[in-house]
């Protein structure tokens, strides 16, 4: 089962030649709604005429989903956040302008106007569909990111490992006091499994979580790191079935030491 399964869709609207358009991502795919006939719009391009914006914004992200550069920018941001695209926007007219580069500094200046583009010119949930494509794709291919585009990915999924797993903490009964507190270590590696150890118990709390960056496109744009208030570590498929790998807290003493348990969707 594709990663995408069951993932809502997502709605961009689009001022394109003098009407509001939409482009909606679907079921893995980025459809224009209001241009029914591509192949024949990208021939009177090719002849000469205008590029609608909404067949603009499919090539950009056609562009983006290959290139996978704008991940650097998205990585730190989990949800979207207006100041940090103004001031993007800034950045891009600068660049342009002057020559200086103040953002996506692991990618050439015409990479990195491409990718900061995308990166304002569609809404987070877009960026989100994105990564997890880009991520699938890689995985598909054996992995073959360069250390830069890796390093970024490692980042993304420790930052949201992180807020998933407090806000499963913040769910659990009997409650945790300041689940933000406890110590968290989560290490991202293409060769191990998925795995949790430590215990929840006061100042002697420590967590440490080992994740394949995959959790990204397979969990966490899923939107199952959470699932009925458990943090989900892994997700498997055979056949038909889709199976969650989840943590749960069982008493032990004075502490919660974390169980595996398996949900199937």
């Known amino acids: 089962m594709p990663w995408y ?133 890689g995985y598909q291919r054996g992995w073959d990111f360069n250390p830069s585009l890796t390093r970024h990915l490692a980042e993304a999924t420790k930052l949201r490992a992180r807020r998933s797993f407090v806000a499963a903490l913040a769910s659990q009964r009997p409650s945790i006091p300041n689940p933000a507190l406890v110590p968290f270590s989560c290490t991202v590696d293409l060769t191990l499994k998925p795995k949790i150890t430590g215990r929840l118990s006061g100042r002697d709390s420590k967590i440490e979580i080992t994740l394949h960056p995959k959790w990204l496109s397979d969990v966490w744009a899923r939107g199952v790191s959470v699932f009925q208030d458990k943090f989900t570590l892994d997700v498997n498929e055979a056949g038909d079935k889709t199976t969650l790998t989840q943590v749960e807290w069982i008493p032990e003493r004075r502490s919660l030491t974390p169980h595996i348990v398996t949900h199937q969707l």
């Open 5 to 137: 399964q069951d993932v809502p869709d997502s709605v961009m609207p689009v001022t394109c030649e003098g009407h509001q358009h939409q482009i909606i991502w679907s079921a893995g795919k980025v459809k224009l709604v209001d241009h029914p006939q591509i192949d024949a719009e990208r021939t009177l391009v090719a002849l000469g005429g205008t590029k609608p914006r909404c067949l603009e914004l499919l090539e950009l992200w056609d562009l983006a989903v290959k290139d996978g550069g704008f991940i650097e920018e998205w990585a730190p941001w989990q949800k979207a956040d207006s100041q940090r695209r103004w001031w993007l926007g800034t950045a891009i007219e600068r660049l342009r302008s002057e020559g200086v580069q103040d953002f996506l500094f692991d990618l050439p200046r015409d990479r990195a106007l491409q990718m900061g583009e995308f990166s304002t010119a569609v809404p987070h949930a877009f960026l989100d569909r994105a990564m997890a494509t880009v991520v699938d794709d």
